[in-house]
């Protein structure tokens, strides 16, 4: 039962493009979300967080946007680098108090950015 | 080091044997996560100590599982007669607290194969 979903397993766009990573989720009492981003041979490192009383949270090119009504939320990451290369997990969390780090994740996307 | 620490970064085993991976928390971190990630899956949640209280082990997928965390330091996941299907990287994490908008910083990991 994959409670989050990232359907699209790879994304390739150009440098100084947005890149726009999406994710789903079923489970209706996940009430935080948040995005890790994962080099090769090293552990994820947060990225970017929302509540889910807020829709749209920024962090210079990061944004997130949260749909509730539809269960989606999105990365957009603007405008791409290179450097930006890496596998995005999207995650989320349900019930507050003791269960914030407990934190349910996507299978990934492989975000490539082209120079 | 400043950073979430794990040994050893990888390790092979035969079916059957017994493992012990090893997480280093940053220091002052009350909170340790343990996750897992099988190939092409997302990371799972397996366990997680915060200070002194009984430990949430409700994602370990069998009794073959366990872990121990002394104090508020290092924490030792033990696999016991391990089989094919517990080949994964086992990731450790570790944040200040558990509470909303507090991260999990990972360590990089240790490559399980069980042969």
């Known amino acids: 039962d994959q409670q989050v979903k990232q359907n699209s397993p790879s994304l390739s766009v150009q440098e100084g493009r947005i890149s726009i990573l999406n994710c789903d989720y079923t489970n209706s009492m996940f009430d935080y979300f948040l995005w890790y981003k994962k080099y090769p041979a090293e552990g994820p490192t947060f990225l970017i967080s929302i509540s889910s009383i807020k829709d749209k949270n920024e962090d210079g090119r990061f944004t997130v946007f949260l749909n509730k009504s539809a269960k989606h939320l999105s990365l957009h990451i603007v405008p791409s680098q290179p450097g930006d290369s890496a596998v995005y997990f999207c995650a989320a969390s349900a019930g507050g108090g003791t269960s914030y780090g407990k934190l349910t994740f996507g299978q990934g996307t492989i975000l490539t950015v082209h120079p | 080091g400043a950073g979430v620490s794990q040994s050893p970064s990888n390790k092979v085993t035969e079916k059957g044997k017994d493992v012990e991976l090893r997480c280093d928390p940053i220091s002052g971190h009350t909170a340790l996560y343990w996750y897992r990630q099988s190939l092409g899956q997302g990371l799972e949640f397996l366990i997680y100590?915060?200070?002194?209280?009984?430990?949430?082990k409700s994602g370990l997928p069998s009794d073959r599982f366990s872990a121990e965390r002394t104090g508020e330091s290092v924490s030792t996941l033990t696999i016991q007669r391990t089989q094919q299907e517990d080949s994964a990287v086992y990731l450790c994490?570790?944040?200040?607290?558990?509470?909303?908008?507090?991260?999990?910083?990972f360590g990089s990991g240790t490559q399980l194969s069980v042969l």
């Open positions: 994490a570790s944040s200040r607290e558990q509470a909303l908008n507090e991260k999990l910083f």
């Open positions: 100590f915060q200070g002194n209280s009984a430990p949430d």
